[in-house]
């Protein structure tokens, strides 16, 4: 199994910036992808971007190109999302789940519980 942790959420005003870490452990040479998701209460989870563990492939969705970027640092087996120019509507629980690169979120296999990000206007 694969463990997965988020940290990083909190309150920021629309603007700024904030960076979230997802920190993977246990059988990790299994992962292939690391994604960020994030869900508003009521509405459905949306992909956000991820990256595959090699770094040869990295996707983005388009409300938040040119905003947010993912990195990682391989030794420590953690993905990080930066995200610039927060606006209200990025006002998530934002998840990370490992899988095959890309927004299918019933096609991920492990997931974390999330971090909450408040962006206030």
């Known amino acids: 199994q694969v463990q997965l942790v988020e940290s990083g959420g909190g309150l920021v005003q629309a603007g700024g910036s904030l960076r979230l870490s997802c920190a993977a452990s246990?059988?990790?040479?299994?992962?292939?992808?690391i994604n960020w998701f994030r869900q508003v209460p009521g509405k459905e989870r949306e992909f956000v971007g991820g990256?595959?563990?090699?770094?040869?492939?990295?996707s983005y969705a388009d409300s938040v190109k040119g905003r947010f970027t993912i990195s990682r640092d391989n030794a420590k087996f953690t993905m990080y999302l930066q995200m610039n120019s927060l606006k209200p509507e990025d006002t998530a629980v934002y998840y990370c789940?490992?899988?095959?690169?890309?927004?299918?979120?019933?096609?991920?296999?492990?997931w974390g519980k999330g971090t909450v990000v408040t962006v206030s206007s």
């Open positions: 789940a490992s899988g095959p690169l890309g927004g299918v979120d019933r096609a991920m296999e492990y």
């Open positions: 246990g059988r990790t040479f299994t992962v292939y992808a």
């Open positions: 990256t595959t563990v090699s770094g040869g492939a990295t």
